[in-house]
Antibody, heavy 123, light 108 residues
Framework: QVQLVESGGGVVQPGRSLRLSCAASGFTFRNYGMHWVRQAPGKGLEWVAVISYDGNAKYYADSVKGRFTISRDNSKNTLSLQMNSLRSADTAVYFC????????????????WGQGTLVTVSS | SYVLTQPPSVSLAPGKTATITCGGNNIGTKNVHWYQEKPGQAPVLVVYDNSVRPSAIPERFSGSNSGNTATLTISRVEAGDEADYYCQVWDTSSDHWVFGGGTKVTVL
């Protein structure tokens, strides 16, 4: 069955960097676009970034553009999110999620989500 | 940027029909997707492309979209349907995904 396991979260000081990973299994990873979505404590869902199935298209929320980079390694079935210049407002649970259907260029909704990894930005 | 507006909360008795709205400018021209999130769990896609249910989702969940309002309807509400529900669209003018603020459904 589909499994998405996020890792790399933790406590980090403002201005520092962190790299999140998402290990995918149970489906043909290279065929699906992938998303990062976050949820601050007690708040709603906020889309962060999406990458197309082939990695050629990447889109970012305005709040993270220029600081975060989404990438994928289809040979290792892994999705990543490099987060630089972290701010307290980036504190959240970060979910990775796979598209509902194959071969999407970033505009298909996420159908299956991992359990998330908590990132806390604090001095 | 595109904005989606949801009511903060909906409360109803078991067996009744829950109607959750998602308002947006000409949202009827977009595909709307709906998620259910229960405390401590990952979100679950319950309706996509306005009215398509994933195979594991009960028929009690249905969606519609027209004009400036999309709607998620939950028929014969059960205690297990208590959750936060979010709508989502892809905004082609900005190439951004947008979530509504979420609606908390409480089954009395």
């Amino acid at each position: 069955q589909v499994q998405l396991v996020e890792s790399g979260g933790g406590v980090v000081q403002p201005g520092r960097s962190l790299r999140l990973s998402c290990a995918a299994s149970g489906f043909t990873f290279r065929n699906y676009g992938m998303h990062w979505v976050r949820q601050a404590p007690g708040k709603g869902l906020e889309w962060v970034a999406v990458i197309s199935y082939d990695g050629n298209a990447k889109y970012y929320a305005d709040s993270v553009k220029g600081r975060f980079t989404i990438s994928r390694d289809n040979s290792k079935n892994t999705l990543s999110l490099q987060m630089n210049s972290l701010r307290s407002a980036d504190t959240a649970v970060y979910f990775c999620a796979k598209d509902v259907t194959i071969s999407c260029g970033g505009d298909c909704p996420p159908a299956y989500w991992g359990q998330g990894t908590l990132v806390t930005v604090s001095s | 940027s595109y904005v989606l507006t949801q009511p903060p909360s909906v409360s109803l008795a078991p067996g009744k029909t829950a109607t959750i709205t998602c308002g947006g400018n000409n949202i009827g021209t977009k595909n709307v997707h709906w998620y259910q999130e229960k405390p401590g769990q990952a979100p679950v896609l319950v309706v996509y492309d306005n009215s398509v249910r994933p195979s594991a989702i009960p028929e009690r969940f249905s969606g519609s979209n027209s004009g400036n309002t999309a709607t998620l309807t939950i028929s014969r509400v059960e205690a297990g349907d208590e959750a936060d529900y979010y709508c989502q669209v892809w905004d082609t003018s900005s190439d951004h995904w947008v979530f509504g603020g979420g609606t908390k459904v409480t089954v009395l």
